[in-house]
């Protein structure tokens, strides 16, 4: 019994570990990361923060809330901050610009842009990050939805995680809940009451 004691011990510690310590950025590792926009050879990192709202949350697939809304573009790599890059944030399906940065060189490698997502409908949009060479244009988009209610995925599986590892600790360190949960398997609750 202390094996499973301490494999319990165990498995609630990892579950109780911060998801976001485990998972950066919604739940995904750097190479799978869904905040990732590929633009020809280069990335594009794409973080949106709504301070007024939510103080310093980030987001990316998901914003929860309309408001002014910070929008920011990481270059990783040097590459492209020699290259001319423009950004448009669109209304889908429609396709309605609510936001255009015209291209240009950004040498610092990330480019901030504020949309008031207010008087905006809710629903989704795309980040558009067109890299320009000369005459060509290579385009790329990631989609995201604003004003979207419930929570995101990754709140919903850190609550999943929470739930299951108070479950399993209550099942291994409160001696009458895994009696009663034991006779309940058996096919007849145990009356610990004596």
Not at 10 to 15: D, W
Request: charge should be negative; include cysteine; glycine fraction near 10%.
């Amino acid at each position: 019994m202390k094996t499973i004691k301490r494999f319990a011990l165990l498995v609630l510690l990892a579950m109780m570990t911060p998801v976001s310590t485990v998972w950066a950025h919604g739940g995904v590792s750097v190479e799978i990361d869904s905040c990732r926009i590929p633009v020809g050879d280069n990335w594009v990192h794409f973080t949106a923060y709504t301070p007024g709202l939510t103080g310093d949350a980030e987001y990316c697939n998901t914003i929860p809330q309309a408001g002014r809304t910070n929008l920011v573009f990481d270059y990783e790599g040097r590459r492209l901050r020699n290259m001319t890059v423009e950004f448009e944030i669109t209304k889908e399906p429609e396709g309605k610009v609510v936001y255009h940065q015209d291209a240009a060189k950004h040498p610092t490698g990330s480019v901030n842009a504020v949309v008031d997502f207010t008087n905006q409908p809710a629903g989704k949009y795309l980040a558009h990050v067109t890299l320009i060479n000369g005459e060509e244009r290579t385009d790329a988009h990631l989609p995201f939805t604003v004003g979207a209610s419930g929570p995101s995925g990754s709140d919903s599986l850190k609550m999943a995680l929470m739930i299951l590892g108070i479950l399993v600790g209550a099942y291994f360190f409160a001696p009458g809940v895994r009696e009663k949960v034991d006779g309940i398997i058996k096919g007849g609750s145990k009356d610990t009451a004596a």
